[in-house]
């Protein structure tokens, strides 16, 4: 199974990117040539606001269609992780990961789900979608939670 | 039935009142001798910040044995209302409502349960009992749902 | 089994009793001779706001340990219909259906809980009890889910 | 980053606005060209009603695809509080602020749910779209909980 | 603003109307001339059944896209209310109130979920629509959760 | 109202038919000529796995849209019960009914959705559909929560 | 494991015992000397009433401490099936059922909740309990959520 | 009914497969010839990771609408039982099972969701569908909750 | 009130302190003087797994009674803060914010709950108390909901 | 921070252990010497029925009061797969791990919850305790949801 050995995250442990920009995002060959749907959940994401300089969380949700490659959810963490220190709005981090993704595994299709935790009692989330799905392909909805407030 | 006539807030109309001072809080003599338990949710209740001017939300939930009076809600509505220009600290709100439905209707035992919507990401309660419930009194859970964050 | 032959409520049909006072309420030997708790759950309760005359309605949980007599739910149905055109507030309604339900079977101990829709957005909930539980007695919470507004 | 200096809102402290005329909605630049979705949840709006000049309360959910400009959550905030002490129908309300965010950002498309809370028993929610979806969008459903009474 | 004092219902309190036919429906205005939609919830709904003459209860969602005229929600209850002592099949009653409230308001379009309460075991809800949907007009799924049975 | 007279089981009590094919399936006339769907939740259904002898267990729900008759539930339920001791597949039992009531009130277009309890942990849902829905027909999901195993 | 060997249940296929007296409980020999606790679901549960010879379904909940013996869940669920055709009131089922199995395996100590589908929109709960638990015994509310009608 | 005697694994005790490739997956006439979707959850899968060797557990969700055969639960669980020792990713096994069951008995369409448990704090969804549903075919959601991480 | 002009934090934009040890945390007089309960819910805590050098993620609940200082939730938000790159296990991180905050405010009783998120598929939670709550104070349970795994 | 050094588990991939007794069960120095609970969620665990061979799979929670040492998550992990070809009974397990933890780190109490996925739609758990809490310990309700069978 050579599809696996050049894998060298998954079982040892890596230091966090210091930005987005230096993490390097590993992928592995897509086992499966039908076309089909993946879906990463990411509760434990976490940014700068550039403004207040204050921490920034979100619930995340990707959903994808790979073509030639998947990514591999470790290495998709420490991606994720490089965001740690980074200062931006919920939107440009949101659509710049989805947008990420794109450049490293050229899905066939992908859309990501960006649930910001509230601040001054108003969340925001932003969805962002890249290409057609394919034809056929089922996109289950990501059925997150609506935001309740209290009561 | 005299104990109803004496009403003049249920059917009739009401301005709000100023301020929490100037509400008057009507009661109704209690229909029933033995000791019981009445719970009034109030999910619609807002004051202001004292710092930053800026408008609170809360979720109320009252739970009393009443003596020799109960609450009539209308008037608990508007009295509540009294509060919309009112500015206090979460805990002074609440554990302050709790105190003046004890002076306005003498309870055996009353509680008040105040389920603050979050500021910063960070919601605060808070839960102030007065007295001790009658021997034997049923007291269950108020059960709010706890703050769920994202996701 | 002539414990069920003198039940004519529960295969015949019967026209709703004008009030609560005119209800007829029938019983049937308890079967079980060690203590145990009987919940009957009421989603359908309807009763008239003695002030402005329109309609009430509620959700009644009753939970009692019976001693020689166990409530049969049709007549129960029967008994619950006859508050249609009852005028009288939650208190008192809540207070007095236990109060009769302990005159009619003269249980170890009884509770009910009344979960009343609410009016001008806010519920009344009232919860009664009659009487010590039998020692050992295991009494379930009565788990109603809270009112939750909106959002 | 000069797209965020132009905010003054964000960090600084502000009185809240006399009524939706006076409100000011600052905006930032749309830090993303692809066309993508925003969805901002305010569980805190509060305005008057018209004829019992009574407290009124909603939860609203706005969806909207930003073209050129994205709304700033604490200029919403404010513009939201602008509504405190404003007169008028739930259906004039949420049509209403969705009409002005529209004018102010000029968006691709817009919709806006306004969940309000019950009186009399009954809660009405409006539900407001103005434009097109751009082709492809993703839109997932809002799922705020339905109201559900009691028991 | 013209539009709302021809409203007497609303602040005033008015006896319950003794049958559909008596009951008058007031309304209102419609205040925004774009399509949009609204939802009004009545989980207090209750009818006779024409065979056994014990009540029916329902949880009553209307969904509808005003033309000229919206439903003022006070009528709307009284309007229900007739029902009190009406008896007819679930399906008569749901589809009945859909096109009566079609003939007082002629909106573009309108739904009726009639979701009633189980006889036997098993609950029959009705689904009523009148009309097209306007071309884009947004409709959210009513969510009403399903029937749970027990367990 | 002759379309109710000529239904006896409504109010009477009738025993349990031995099996589907000597089961009766009383009816009424559509008391409504445009379109509708009617929804039918049966969630004690049991009959016999034809290998191992055991009981087996289902919750159904029936959508239907009536031409000229509707199922009258009782009748629905004394049919449903024919089944206790009859052996087949869930598949087999699942498309059998809804065919038998195509064959009895020759709906415009029905479904039936059997959500049948788990054997070895596995449980097998079956959703079966006859006909083509009724242009513009409203068909709301049947949202039966999905099987969640332990935890 | 000689406690295994005498169970034939198990592995084999039983034809349903005619009656709960015809029934045979088969037990295997407590692994576990120190005390706790097993819960054992039964959602499949279905007798007949005595009255009306209509099919009853009830979700039971048996909470015990095993002092020599632990009920053999396949065997438990043979002596269920033998009420099938057995006709009583859920009261008598209920504790008939708890004090059968206190009979068989003779544990420190035992409880049981009947949670039964509703007749005329009213369920009977039934909650038994044998003995004292023994000092220190852990046990976990039984959670069965409420009924909750409609809505 | 010779449709079920050929079936060996309901009634009998079998060993778990060794391999994926060993299992045998038994099948059963499918006894109704009108398209109709059956749905399998699976929630006790476990295979190996084949980076790390560490147990991975998966809720299947398999949905198919058959054309001359259905799949027999108990053999179903055995075949998922062939992946205890398996190693491959989620993607690899997902879309494997799905392929299989294609090979195994032709169905018109299927479908099948890998919900599985996270590593690393992050879950990974699978979604693979093989064909296109028949004409008029009803398709429900498979409305598995969606990962909710913590809080 | 002269209790809030010493708040600096509230109002004004802080820079997040390097370290728990560096982190100031600011406190507001009590205002009621009767023993209460407040809590404190802070869903977005992170700090650093101090093996593996990855961030962990965790939902924190405290609840406290105060005698003579409340805590400010601005304060207690940048307190937090200060752990994003403090290296400690989830036992050592969650005991010690209960220990600080006791010696910060030294409150009449105090406990902290800590809802980690799972590594390996695992979750830690650590509940710690500090002190004994005063006679008759009224602690609702956290009610975090449990750990649900998938499916 | 010596107390981390000696685990080598955490960093480093560890083959699974053949057995329970083979396998090796890691601990850290407990870092707070003041009582307080630890909860760890294990809902992936798998072992063999002793009788039919096949698989069992559980949901457990182990809740503990740590004296000198605490559990390292990802050894309890790696213990946790050793069950993957053990056979025996739910009870045996359950109570087996609780007593094997007991020995390894000698805890002040501990409790353990298994919730067994279900055969023959019956689920059993199994809740063991060990020892009594420590004065003043807070233990919060384990809150597994309870079986809910389907529909
Ligand atoms: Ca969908
Ligand atoms: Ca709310
Ligand atoms: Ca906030
Ligand atoms: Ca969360
Ligand atoms: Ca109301
Ligand atoms: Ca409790
Ligand atoms: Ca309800
Ligand atoms: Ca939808
Ligand atoms: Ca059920
Ligand atoms: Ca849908
Ligand atoms: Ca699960
Ligand atoms: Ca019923
Ligand atoms: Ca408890
Ligand atoms: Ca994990
Ligand atoms: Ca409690
Ligand atoms: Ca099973």
Same mark, same amino acid.
């Given at each position: 199974m050579d599809r696996y050995d050049r894998l060298n995250q998954l079982g040892a442990q890596n230091p966090l990117p210091a930005s987005p920009d230096e993490a390097v995002l590993e992928r592995v060959a897509n086992p499966c040539d039908a076309p089909y749907m993946v879906r990463l959940v990411a509760p434990e994401f976490t940014s700068i606001? *550039? $403004?207040? /300089?204050q921490p920034d969380f979100a619930h995340l949700v990707v959903d994808y269609s790979p073509k030639d490659w998947i990514v591999e959810s470790k290495a998709f963490k420490l991606f994720l992780g490089s965001y740690r220190n980074h200062g931006d709005f919920h939107e440009a981090c949101t659509t710049g990961i989805g947008q990420r993704l794109v450049r490293e595994i050229d899905p066939l299709w992908l859309r990501i789900g960006g649930y910001w935790y509230p601040r001054g009692g108003i969340p925001i989330d932003v969805f962002y979608q890249h290409g057609t799905p394919p034809e056929g392909l089922w996109i289950p909805d990501? /059925? $997150? *939670?609506p935001y309740r407030g209290r009561g």
């Open positions: 606001c *550039p $403004v207040t /300089g990501q /059925g $997150v *939670p």
